[in-house]
């Protein structure tokens, strides 16, 4: 199965910009679909970005503006530039193949 590993994350002010990358372990070229989702304490995970292997890209609605997601499946990785972070931002960010494999997850803290 593929593995993913997620990096990028950190703590950043208020405002502020994280670019995470997500790396699989094997060629992402015939899959559908890649996505990065958040979890925050106490909530649901819930969907940031989505691209599918034509470059078709979905948003959170709590993200869209701010976030850009993209995909080079030649380096099996995708990426998600955050930018204009918020507190509420502050989560555990995964990365995920449609309806496969999850990565470990990466912590965003965004200081007020």
């Known amino acids: 199965q593929v593995q993913l590993v997620e990096s990028g994350g950190g703590l950043v002010q208020s405002g502020g910009s994280l670019r995470l990358s997500c790396v699989a372990s094997?060629?992402?070229?015939?899959?559908?679909?890649m996505g990065w989702y958040r979890q925050a304490p106490g909530k649901q995970r819930e969907l940031v970005a989505r691209?599918?292997?034509?470059?078709?890209?979905t948003y959170g609605d709590s993200v869209k503006g701010r976030c850009t997601i993209s995909r080079d499946n030649a380096k099996n990785t995708i990426w998600l530039q955050m930018n204009s972070l918020k507190p509420d931002d502050t989560a555990v960010y995964y990365c995920?193949?449609?309806?496969?494999?999850w990565g470990q997850g990466t912590l965003v803290t965004v200081s007020s």
């Open positions: 094997r060629s992402i070229a015939s899959i559908y679909a």
């Open positions: 691209i599918t292997n034509t470059g078709l890209t």
């Open positions: 995920n193949i449609f309806a496969g494999a």
